[in-house]
């Protein structure tokens, strides 16, 4: 209940792609709009990407736009990030949170996952 995992993180080189998946229990993943966000080493965690309960309506950081894409996948309990086109400056942790749409402010979020290690070199 309320337990997000990350996985999918790695090392990449430039240019390179990754897919990141985030899975919940089916409750809490029916139930909330689920969000993508980072953090870089001596930096403040920023968002990246949000998606609606339903799917319909997503959102993403002008950072990520036509790179990253955000999506879920009901029957499996998974949000996804696909992150395309990848830069040095998009290394990080990256964070799956819970929560209600947009899903950018700390009250707008409910759980956090631990974060999955995102390095991409030069």
């Known amino acids: 209940q309320g337990q997000l995992v990350e996985s999918g993180g790695g090392l990449v080189q430039a240019g390179g792609s990754l897919r990141l998946s985030c899975i919940a229990s089916g409750r809490t993943f029916r139930n909330h709009a689920m969000g993508w966000f980072r953090q870089a080493p001596g930096k403040e965690r920023e968002y990246v990407a949000a998606?609606?309960?339903?799917?319909?309506?997503?959102n993403h950081a002008d950072s990520v736009k036509g790179r990253f894409t955000i999506s879920r996948d009901n029957a499996k309990n998974t949000v996804y990030l696909h992150l395309n086109s990848l830069k040095p400056e998009d290394t990080g942790v990256y964070y799956c949170?819970?929560?209600?749409?947009?899903?950018?402010?700390?009250?707008?979020?409910?759980?956090w996952g631990q974060g999955t290690q995102v390095t991409v070199s030069s």
């Open positions: 998606i609606s309960r339903s799917g319909g309506t997503t």
């Open positions: 949170a819970a929560g209600t749409y947009p899903v950018r402010t700390s009250t707008q979020t409910v759980y």
